[in-house]
């Protein structure tokens, strides 16, 4: 009997684990794949990039891209509401040369188009300035 109360106590422990790790998570998946309508009209949807900063405790994410000379791109931040919750989006070239960002003069905006002049591996990395909840998603698009 003490054995089969001991099963039912880890249990009810494994179960409530689940749950609660179940609830930590942001959803960046979702919001991601809900970026993609948001895209602007005459670009092609590439790529969404899911953007979880596990609530504060991942400063930076990170993800790169092969971009192509003369092809425009449209990157835009998806989150909970109309503002982009303290997201940084910001792009570098293959040299960790900043090329682009949505946050200028102390203003976040939600998207950004950036004109590619030379093919080659960029970088994206999304950071945090006073988010409150370290999570959203973001869409990539292009057109020639």
Excluded: W
Excluded at 38 to 60: P, Y
């Amino acid at each position: 009997m003490r054995q089969v109360i001991n099963i039912l106590r880890i249990s009810i422990l494994a179960v409530l684990f689940s749950t609660s790790l179940a609830s930590a998570q942001c959803g960046a998946d979702v919001k991601a794949n809900e970026c993609i309508s948001t895209l602007q009209d005459g670009f092609t949807f590439l790529k969404t990039f899911k953007i979880d900063g596990q609530e504060g405790a991942k400063t930076k994410v990170e993800y790169s891209y092969v971009f192509s000379k003369n092809t425009q791109y449209f990157l835009n931040i998806c989150n909970d509401g109309n503002d982009t919750d303290g997201i940084i989006v910001t792009m570098y070239d293959s040299k960790r040369q900043i090329v682009s960002t949505n946050f200028n003069n102390g203003k976040f905006y939600s998207g950004m188009i950036y004109p590619c002049n030379a093919t080659g591996i960029y970088y994206i990395t999304f950071t945090f300035k006073e988010s409150q909840n370290h999570c959203g998603g973001s869409v990539l698009g292009f057109k020639r």
